[in-house]
């Protein structure tokens, strides 16, 4: 089981999580967070009756799920977790899995981890979930459980769990709704109750409880047999440091060796007649010249200025300019007179339009296959701050592959790149991965992460059925940038290749100078054959590329 604390998370992003690991992860996972004010409700709520305010007036939003049940509510304060499993069958593998007995598992993982903080919880007849004095007049419900189960013998799949109260802002269940259409008895919480038990308190305790009893943890290398006592966990916080400056020279394998011979000069020309800027220049990509007498070059469009300001990034943050209307046009004539084999189409974050840039990455994607059918594309794009309906503009444009950078480890997220999230990345890529696309991401070292860390982030990003992988070291840019802690050697980077290959990703790029389109052309071929080879998808641990029918119980 891999155990991953998000932090405060996007109830959407969370739910594309939810349903990537489903669909393609060989282990377990037990995802713990918070979510920003939502209410979800099933198909068959009566939102008439159990919605008591305009969700937005309140702050919150308003979710359809595809699951049973009435009105709820997740916030802040309130731990929230997914357990994404696959049970056993009620009588043997050929059967399917005893809903009622996974329902009783679940709250009795709950109340046992509420023991631990002295309250003693417990059922109540005819009404699911955890409740405190449940037998008595002053029964009050603590944490409300919602789970779905694939139908049939196989994978058995859970998706969904339970919410329980720690410290939230309990108006928005008793003044805005009517928590799971239940309104004759009351709510309640670990501070109401006399506990100082902090949020994170009650999720350590959630995790440890949950891996003793559901099964045995995976390594992410998984060289050894798995055991209890080796979880597999990542917490996303703000560290104190990511690490310290280093004053050694760069060692030789970070040297790199550029030569720009007349190929290299031509196609800087044609940029420049063209007015076109691309990443390889901008980012001071030091693989320049081998991927340009290549045939792969990678542009950047939507202008050269960014809405974000990563710590390790170089491209300029001013306010952007309006995007220009014909770039899809120059970037298509661009390909056609460099003759691109591979076009790596990249964009600054633009949190500043409405859909985020991506009908503009969609459009340049348009131009250049009416002009070069026969180039292939991919897209190294921006979250869309998890915008589903930007999402789908440059989904239905079907690039040759999705990528979109995790750049580093779960717990580095927060003083890496603010303005983006772990989670988030990953529910991205999954949303590629469930329309059908080839996806690909990439990450860094050398920003003080540790080597367990980043065998976890490659197990996730299989997990999400992620094809490619890029791995290269950190180089800062300027002083002001977030300091290197170590040059990672190549065999390190070795190592990793090895791990990602092992996890079922089906070409990891790993080296020091590696950087998001290096060999992309390479490894866009190579996953090329692999579906070929296997008749189907490339994507990593895949178990289908559809959710399987599935049974709700509780809330």
Wanted: glycine share 8%.
């Amino acid at each position: 089981m891999r155990v991953r604390w998000l932090g405060r998370v996007n109830y959407r992003d969370a739910l594309a999580l939810q349903e990537g690991l489903f669909a393609y992860a060989k282990d377990d996972y037990l995802l713990m967070q918070e979510h920003h004010h939502v209410f979800t409700h099933g198909v068959s709520a009566e939102l008439d009756k159990n919605l008591r305010c305009t969700p937005s007036e309140v702050g919150a939003e308003l979710v359809r799920v595809n699951r049973g049940g009435d009105i709820t509510y997740h916030g802040p304060g309130q731990l929230v977790v997914y357990p994404i499993r696959s049970l056993p069958g009620k009588f043997g593998d050929a059967s399917p899995a005893d809903v009622t007995a996974y329902v009783c598992s679940v709250e009795q993982l709950v109340i046992d981890s509420l023991a631990e903080f002295g309250l003693i919880a417990g059922r109540k007849a005819g009404y699911p979930g955890v409740w405190l004095d449940a037998d008595t007049p002053n029964a009050r419900k603590i944490c409300a459980i919602g789970v779905r189960v694939a139908r049939g013998a196989t994978p058995r799949r859970t998706m969904h769990g339970f919410a329980l109260n720690i410290d939230p802002d309990m108006r928005y269940m008793r003044e805005h709704i009517v928590p799971c259409g239940i309104d004759e008895w009351p709510v309640t919480s670990l501070r109401e109750e006399g506990s100082n038990a902090t949020l994170r308190d009650v999720a350590e305790v959630v995790a440890r409880l949950a891996v003793e009893r559901w099964g045995a943890v995976a390594s992410s290398a998984a060289p050894e047999p798995a055991t209890t006592d080796r979880v597999d966990v990542a917490w996303e916080y703000e560290p104190d440091a990511v690490g310290l400056q280093i004053t050694e020279r760069k060692p030789e394998w970070l040297r790199p060796h550029v030569q720009h011979g007349p190929e290299v000069l031509a196609t800087k020309k044609t940029l420049r007649d063209l007015r076109l800027v691309t990443v390889c220049e901008e980012a001071g990509c030091p693989n320049l010249s081998e991927c340009w007498r290549d045939g792969t070059a990678t542009f950047m469009v939507l202008g050269e200025r960014c809405t974000r300001a990563c710590g390790f990034c170089l491209v300029d943050t001013r306010k952007p300019e309006p995007p220009t209307s014909d770039e899809p046009r120059r970037v298509a004539e661009a390909v056609a007179t460099m003759g691109l084999q591979h076009a790596v189409l990249t964009m600054v974050a633009r949190d500043d339009l409405p859909d985020g840039g991506f009908a503009h990455v969609a459009a340049c994607i348009r131009e250049i296959r009416t002009s070069n059918p026969s180039t292939a594309v991919e897209t190294l794009v921006s979250d869309a701050k998890g915008a589903d309906a930007s999402l789908q503009l440059l989904f239905a444009a079907k690039p040759d592959v999705f990528n979109h950078n995790i750049e580093t480890v779960a717990r580095l997220q927060r003083v890496v790149r603010p303005s983006a999230g772990y989670a988030r990345s990953l529910s991205v890529l999954a949303r590629a991965r469930r329309a059908g696309l080839v996806t690909k991401s990439g990450f860094m070292l050398g920003l003080g992460e540790e080597r367990n860390e980043v065998e976890s982030l490659l197990a996730d990003l299989a997990s999400v059925g992620v094809s490619i992988v890029t791995v290269g070291q950190y180089l800062r840019p300027t002083s002001d940038h977030l300091p290197v802690t170590r040059w990672v050697s190549p065999d390190e980077f070795a190592h990793y290749r090895h791990v990602g290959e092992r996890l079922g990703i089906t070409h990891v790029e790993a080296s020091p100078l590696t950087r998001s389109s290096y060999h992309a052309k390479r490894a866009a071929g190579v996953v090329s054959v692999a579906v070929m080879t296997s008749g189907g998808s490339a994507g990593a641990a895949s178990v289908g590329a559809h959710v399987p029918d599935l049974v709700e119980s509780g809330l």
